[in-house]
């Protein structure tokens, strides 16, 4: 799938390196496989995502590429204005794909209600996220999207990130055009 992710990643301004560790992370790389909750194929999305963008994720996986990147700009664009450090960002959209944004804005509205730092995921935005799984936070006037388990959501951006230093140590740059976006 290397050609695929690298063509992907590009599209989508990432590290391909980033892209296969959420790949890894999601599929294990495997275009068949569908989720519990009936996530499809590399990037284990939802069919639904993938007909608000006019794809079926289950025909094939280039097209569950197809819909996972568009599925990544939607969410780029909804934390673009709102978290500035762009590794900071990362953490929010990786987290976004996982749990959904709605989740993740409304850890963010619990995060600065209760005088800590939304702009930042460890130690606070990912703090609250996880108390979205207890009656005085889920009720909260600030919630919108209710009851939330965050655990796998914020075990899903460790572990990918996690993965993607690996991979960067594994795995040099040899793209020129990533060695000039990564500032290298």
Excluded at 36 to 62: C, H, N, R
Excluded at 82 to 111: Q, W
Excluded at 146 to 157: A, H, I, K, L, W
Aim: proline fraction near 4%; hydrophobic fraction near 40%.
């Amino acid at each position: 799938w290397d050609d695929l992710i690298k063509n992907t990643s590009e599209e989508i301004g990432w590290d391909w390196r980033l892209l296969a560790s959420l790949i890894c992370q999601e599929s294990r790389f495997d275009p068949d496989v569908e989720s519990w909750a009936g996530a499809y194929g590399l990037m284990q999305i939802m069919p639904k995502t993938g007909e608000k963008f006019g794809i079926d994720v289950t025909s094939a996986p280039v097209n569950n590429m197809k819909a996972g990147a568009l599925y990544i700009e939607s969410l780029q664009s909804i934390f673009k204005d709102k978290i500035p450090d762009e590794n900071e960002r990362m953490k929010f959209i990786l987290a976004s794909y996982n749990a959904g944004p709605g989740h993740v804005l409304d850890a963010m509205k619990l995060t600065g209600k209760n005088g800590m730092d939304p702009l930042k995921w460890d130690g606070n935005v990912a703090v609250w996220l996880l108390k979205k799984s207890e009656p005085a936070y889920y009720n909260d006037t600030v919630v919108k999207n209710g009851y939330f388990r965050g655990t796998e959501s914020v075990n899903f951006v460790t572990e990918i990130l996690d993965r993607y230093e690996h991979y960067k140590n594994m795995i040099p740059v040899a793209d020129r055009h990533l060695a000039q976006t990564q500032g290298k």
